[in-house]
Nanobody, 115 residues
Framework: QVQLVESGGGLVQAGGSLRLSCSAS????????MGWYRQAPGKQRELVAL???????NFADSVKGRFTISRDNAKNTVYLQMNSLKPEDTAVYYC?????????WGQGTQVTVSS
């Protein structure tokens, strides 16, 4: 059974940084992409960043220039480096692995940015 475990969330002041990690265990078939979504209270889940198996990245406009995404294929781990955090980045962040057999999701990690 595939499990995704996230870590690195927490409370940070505006302008600060956090690094999220997401490691997958269990057998997965071909991974097309890994990424991060977030959901703020009262809002829909939205894409934050995605990195494909070929290394192509995609970012939400709201985080471009502030967030970077990277991966370690050998460790089945994806990272999200978040810099210059803003209060509007406050949300539960979910990692996802998109495979040929479907998507897997982590349990979510809370990121809170205080002003």
């Amino acid at each position: 059974q595939v499990q995704l475990v996230e870590s690195g969330g927490g409370l940070v002041q505006a302008g600060g940084s956090l690094r999220l990690s997401c490691s997958a265990s269990g057998r997965m078939f071909s991974i097309n992409a890994m990424g991060w979504y977030r959901q703020a209270p009262g809002k829909q889940r939205e894409l934050v960043a995605l990195i494909t198996s070929g290394g192509t990245t995609n970012f939400a406009d709201s985080v471009k220039g502030r967030f970077t995404i990277s991966r370690d294929n050998a460790k089945n781990t994806v990272y999200l480096q978040m810099n210059s955090l803003k209060p509007e980045d406050t949300a539960v962040y979910y990692c996802t692995f998109k495979t040929v057999r479907g998507d897997y999701w982590g349990q979510g990690t809370q990121v809170t940015v205080s002003s």
